[in-house]
């Protein structure tokens, strides 16, 4: 039907904006700490989002986005992290228990 169309445009649409956010991580854009808050809480939203569609394709690629966000910032993001162990939403809390559990991907 209409939604599930509608569904995997969504999907698209969110596993590009990821491709795009890696390569900013990748390439050091110098800014990407001072934004990071920013940037961590539309992951916030679509984890949220994708934890309750079982869509695990964008959940997975959304948290180890953060993770990688997290590592990049050198424990600045530390903080906020932990205050979303508070958050209402069971995919919010399972990404704040693997980025605080995973080391680096080296």
């Not at 956010?21 to 994708?50: F, Q, Y």
């Not at 690629?61 to 939403?89: I, P, Q, W, Y």
């Amino acid at each position: 039907g209409i939604n599930a169309e509608y569904g995997k445009v969504i999907e698209e649409v969110r596993l590009s904006c990821l491709k795009c956010l890696k390569l900013l991580l990748v390439h050091g854009w110098p800014r990407i700490c001072t934004h990071s808050i920013d940037i961590l809480m539309c992951c916030v939203n679509v984890l949220a989002e994708s934890h309750s569609d079982e869509n695990t394709t964008v959940y997975n690629e959304t948290r180890d986005f953060v993770l990688a966000l997290k590592t990049l910032c050198n424990g600045s993001l530390d903080k906020h992290l932990e205050c979303l162990k508070s958050f209402n939403n069971k995919g919010v809390k399972s990404m704040v228990a693997y980025v605080f559990e995973k080391k680096t991907p080296s």
